[in-house]
């Protein structure tokens, strides 16, 4: 009897110890179950992710092909405002996401490379002048002139008192971006002078049919406000056909008859000449943005349109994603 008693506890002792066993290894297969489905769904999300940022990424090398497409398709001999190219493209549904952007003529802006060169009397005293022009203080324009002279900046101490350090070398710069990082800029002065500007090569030509106001009147100090204003009428209307026509126009070129005369006298190194400007455009700024599900991203490309038939070339670009 009592034999039998100890049988009946030890057996269900033993089943005991199964069903704990068996609880465990359910709880064992759950949690790795769960890690497994956790994993698979990160795993998951960062293919989505992937696949998702390659698609942005397409999309605005979409448009930046689309944009170099229309301006070496662009024949004209001049560019200016009214064109098709500077049209705004609005948003546009893809198969994937949407595009939209701008291209912008570069040439009509002033050119911060110029003061790289000290010789350049023209472009330092139109400088001054747009700086004037736009309330932006004069010490903004002697800190920008040493940030950009060859050796860059004689005063270094503040420049190694910043985090981290930095030893600027002088010489012009690729993106006018890296103008932020001189400390005594300020970021109103920069924000203010920012729309007017551009750092493309030395030897890039100021466009007199985009040329924005400010900058016109810059490098046209003689002209009263409203003859200016007659001359970007006149402009809007007919765009200057050639850098001759618009030097007559603004009183700086020889008449045919002058011409004839042969005036030897050396041109005034401080007066606009027609070997600074031009009425075509071979550098442009495209502006892309792009939505794909909730992500969204834009860029910035500089292209550089070269020879006949024209050739198109991306000089840089910057994307940025949130």
Known sequence: MSGN???????????????????????????????LLSRSEAGRARLLSGATAEQITLNLDG???????????????????????????PAVDLEQGQV?????????????????????????????????TLAIPPQAGTAIRS??????????????????????????ILSVEQLRAIPSLTTRSYDTLRPFITALPGDALLNVNTVEREVLSAFLPQLSPA???????????QPFPSAETFLIAVG????????????ESEPDPALLS???????????????????GDLTA????????????????TYWHQTRRP
């Open 63 to 89: 448009f930046d092909a689309l944009a170099a497409t229309i301006l070496s398709r662009d024949l004209n001999a001049t560019d200016h405002n009214g064109e098709a190219w500077a049209e705004e493209v």
């Open 227 to 237: 003859a200016l204003s007659r001359i970007l009428a006149a402009r809007n209307i």
């Open 100 to 132: 939209s952007g701008r291209i912008q003529d570069l040439q009509g802006r002033f050119n911060v490379n110029w003061l790289a060169n000290p010789e350049n009397v023209l472009a330092h005293e139109a400088f001054d002048r747009l700086l004037k």
């Open 147 to 172: 940030f950009l002279q060859p050796g860059g900046p004689t005063e270094r101490a503040v420049w190694r008192a910043q985090n981290p350090a930095l030893d600027p070398v002088g010489g012009a």
């Open 252 to 263: 700086l070129g020889e008449t045919l008859e002058e011409k004839e005369e042969g005036d």
């Open 5 to 35: 008693l100890k049988s009946g506890r030890s057996k269900s002792g033993s089943d005991g110890f199964v069903l704990v066993n068996a609880l465990v290894l359910v709880a064992a297969l759950a949690a790795v179950s769960v890690l």
């Open 298 to 313: 834009s860029r910035d490309t500089v292209l550089h349109r070269k020879g006949r038939p024209p050739v198109v070339e």
């Open 274 to 292: 027609v070997d600074q400007i031009s009425v075509a455009t071979d550098w442009f700024h495209i502006q892309a943005s792009t939505r794909v």
